[in-house]
């Protein structure tokens, strides 16, 4: 009976298995995978908090190792899954945008740049280092110039060989002893090789000249180490010394005092003279104000961005309107032969060096041996004059970003179905209507975000105008200020140009090019939101 009941029962189908073919192989591959991409996490995480130990900066290596857990706590844990693939681009988006525009921000309210890069301590250090002279019973060393680092950025450093053969390192620190298993001397008692530096060639060093010339090791007690052409150093005493009392540096040779200004960060005499050597400062909202305050740049500024705003919105305007012209004589039914070899032609700018075609389109413009003259029979200085100038810049960028608006709007129109348009046709619209009504309006539901990224872009369009007129002509009253600069190019030049780096200068204009784009670019999208409606 219950045989025959279990006959007549349905059959239950087998209860699942936990294992299936291919199962144990996948679970080796993907812990293995797991296991390694852990690894490297630890090895980044060690990799970044060395560094931070050696500087006691004990809230980053806090950081690193927060980091760290959360990444080892996320995918050692069976749950959170949606975290476990935001998580690699949510840190790689702090890490490449967040955090280096927060460094932005915090440096343009600092002097920070040339002659204002570390602490009160060491600007006096240098000062005193600085002003060594030699005295008559002072030591001498035999000299290798050498870098911490890449030969021609890395950090100076002297490498010192005194009398009793011991070798010595001396950087903007001060001077440490080298174990003599850790470097190679010659007969002459020249360094050849030394562990952790960088022996410096004769190329190098003279491509560094003024900057050994002027570097010196403090050594302490008002004296420091400098070289004596580039075989010899000499220890000798400092003529600017510190005094805690006054809160000055006393000049011996002239009697001079240089007093504190904690504001500027930097040694001021009675007359307003100001030592070269101060100290990092915050100094408020005074690199934004220099625009304004400042009679160099305020005279100049609002003339660069005004160009600046027809320079973006006018290459803007230009490829689109070729890019779209283009895109719809390719997208016609009318049988083109040769259409791919046209797009493929179409596209060539697009895929040759940006930098490389700069510099070969400002070959053309030239006024003697130009193409462009050549060629037309004419003798015009298309670089020199302002207005020509900006048409050639135009022209250059145009060239060189028509061909991605050409294939934005080639899949833009291939997206949009033809009966749309033969429908306007058959309600008795005609072609420049249908486009007008139809065609256009679907287009600039994708294209609009395009244009204001282009837009954007362009603004900030460094090398258009470096590598090809540099942001000239310049009137011979303003040499700062070119016809074509802009507000990028001009503030790498008054940054960077002439009284060294001002990195608290060019991050403030940084951060106000930011807000420009950014106000700039909302206002145009919330202008194109009408647009939505179309394909409600």
């Known amino acids: 009976m219950a045989r025959n009941a279990a006959a007549g029962a349905p059959e239950r189908a087998p209860a699942p298995t936990s294992r299936v073919r291919?199962?144990?192989s996948a679970s080796v591959a993907g812990l293995a995978l797991k296991i390694g991409a852990l690894g490297l996490a630890s090895a980044l995480a060690i990799w970044a908090a060395v560094p931070l130990v050696g500087a006691a900066n004990w809230i980053g290596v806090g950081i690193v190792a927060a980091v760290t857990a959360l990444v080892f706590y996320v995918y050692l844990s069976p749950r959170h899954v949606p975290l476990k693939y935001l998580l690699p681009g949510t840190l790689l988006l702090i890490a490449f945008q967040i955090l280096p525009v927060?460094?932005?921000?915090s440096t343009s309210v600092t002097n920070f740049g040339d002659g204002h890069r570390g602490d009160k301590e060491q600007a006096?250090?240098?000062?005193?280092?600085?002003s060594v002279v030699r005295s008559p019973d002072s030591p001498s060393y035999t000299l290798t110039v050498a870098a911490d680092g890449d030969p021609a950025t890395g950090d100076l450093v002297f490498l010192l060989t005194a009398a009793d053969g011991t070798v010595y390192a001396g950087d903007a620190e001060g001077l440490t002893e080298l174990d003599a298993d850790d470097v190679a001397v010659d007969p002459s008692g020249k360094v050849t090789e030394a562990e952790d530096y960088t022996v410096l060639t004769t190329a190098e060093i003279n491509e560094r000249g003024n900057e050994i010339a002027d570097f010196a090791v403090p050594t302490g007690d008002g004296t420091g180490i400098r070289s004596s052409g580039l075989?010899?150093?000499?220890?000798?005493?400092?003529?600017r010394t510190y005094q805690e009392d006054c809160d000055c540096v006393v000049d011996s040779a002239t009697g001079v005092e240089y007093v504190a200004d904690d504001a500027a960060g930097a040694f001021v005499s009675a007359d307003g003279q100001r030592l070269l050597q101060g100290w990092q400062v915050g100094v408020g909202f005074d690199n934004f104000l220099r625009f304004v305050t400042d009679p160099t740049t305020a005279s100049s500024f609002l003339s660069i961005l005004t160009w600046n705003i027809g320079f973006a919105a006018g290459t803007t305007l230009?490829?689109?309107?070729?890019?779209?012209g283009l895109a719809l004589l390719m997208h016609t039914r009318t049988p083109l032969r040769g259409r791919t070899l046209y797009r493929i032609l179409l596209v060539l700018p697009y895929a040759m060096p940006s930098f490389a075609m700069l510099l070969l389109w400002r070959d053309m413009f030239n006024t003697d041996f130009g193409l462009i003259n050549r060629v037309l029979g004419l003798d015009v200085n298309w670089l020199g004059n302002a207005w020509t100038a900006r048409g050639s810049i135009l022209l250059v960028n145009t060239w060189l970003g028509f061909p991605y608006m050409f294939l934005v709007a080639t899949g833009a129109l291939q997206s949009i179905p033809r009966e749309l348009g033969q429908a306007a046709r058959i309600d008795g619209a005609g072609a420049w209507q249908a486009f007008r009504h139809v065609?256009?309006?679907?287009l600039m539901v994708a294209m609009t975000p395009i244009l204001v990224s282009t837009f954007a872009f362009n603004f900030n369009n460094f090398n258009a105008v470096w590598l090809t007129t540099a942001g000239g002509p310049f009137r011979p009253d303003n040499p700062l200020a070119?016809?074509?600069?802009?507000?990028i190019t001009y503030t790498f030049r008054l940054a960077f140009g002439g009284q060294g780096a001002q990195y608290g200068f060019a991050s403030a204009v940084s951060v106000l090019i930011f807000l420009i784009v950014?106000?700039?670019?909302?206002?145009s999208l919330r202008q194109s939101r009408s647009l939505e409606e179309v394909n409600r």
């Open 124 to 130: 006096i250090a240098a000062i005193e280092a600085y």
């Open 22 to 24: 291919g199962a144990p």
């Open 102 to 105: 927060l460094y932005t921000v």
């Open 518 to 523: 950014a106000l700039l670019s909302v206002v």
């Open 231 to 239: 075989s010899m150093a000499y220890e000798g005493r400092a003529t």
């Open 318 to 324: 230009l490829v689109f309107a070729l890019g779209l």
């Open 482 to 487: 070119g016809a074509t600069d802009l507000l």
């Open 439 to 442: 065609t256009l309006p679907l």
